[in-house]
C-alpha cells in the first residue's frame, strides 16, 4: 500500500507561482512513476507532468516551459514548481503512482490550485 498526501494548493492571481508537495509512505519502493494530474469542473482529469525512474521527466504541452515537476528521494517526497501560472490552470491538482505510468496505481486527495484572471 501507498499513501500520497498533497499540500500547497492555493489561490493565486495570473502570473503568479505556486508549489505542490506530495509526500508519499508506505510501499514505494516499486513506484517507478511519479506524477501529477489535474481536473478542472466538468473535464476530464488530465496528466500534467510525470517522473519515471526518478530521472526521465514529461510534461503536457499546456504546463511545458511553466511547470517543473521533481523528486526528493530521501524525503520520498514530489513536487510540483508551477509559474506564470493561468486561470485555466485552475483545477485539483492529484499526486498519483505506479509501476509505470501507463499503470497508476495510488492517488492522493487531491489540492485545489486557483487562478484569478
Known sequence: QVQLVESGGGSVQAGGSLRLSCAASGTTYSMYCMAWFRQ???????????????????????VKGRFTISQDIAMNTLYLQMNSLKPEDTAMYYCATGADCSSIRYWGQGTQVTVSS
Open 40 to 62: 478542472a469542473p466538468g473535464k476530464e482529469r488530465e496528466g500534467v507532468a510525470s517522473i519515471r525512474r526518478r530521472a526521465t521527466t514529461t510534461y503536457a504541452d499546456f
